[in-house]
């Protein structure tokens, strides 16, 4: 969806991997990712903290450091609700993700047009 809805307006390429899982971490790939990309967005719909992007700035740091940013819940007690409203109010969003995009890249070096 990110790709599609933004890749035009944005000039932001991305590539999109699925982690579906922490635990064992696939090292390699993140690496291989970061060499061939120079940067990384994690979105995990949790808490930042100890989640996905908490592994990946770990494996970076240690192998191989780029730009990260973290979309995700930051540190917080969470309220019930649909999936859009709390998508909203905890920055889930599409944009979200855009502007987090837009920080590592601008961090990297790299101009992004304005949406």
Do not use: W
């Not at 699925?18 to 990309?37: G, Q, R």
């Amino acid at each position: 969806m990110l790709r599609k809805r933004y890749k035009k307006e944005s000039q932001i390429q991305a590539r999109v991997v699925n982690i579906s899982t922490i635990k064992p971490a696939n090292d390699n790939l993140i690496i291989t990712h970061a060499k061939e990309t120079g940067a990384f967005v994690t979105l995990e719909n949790h808490s930042v903290i100890g989640g996905l992007g908490g592994l990946i700035s770990e494996i970076l740091a240690e192998n191989y450091p780029t730009p990260l940013e973290r979309v995700g819940i930051k540190d917080t007690f969470c309220e019930s609700g649909s999936n859009e409203e709390l998508s909203e109010k905890y920055g889930l969003t599409t944009e979200a993700v855009v502007a987090a995009a837009k920080r590592v890249l601008k961090r990297k070096g790299e101009e992004v047009a304005n949406i």
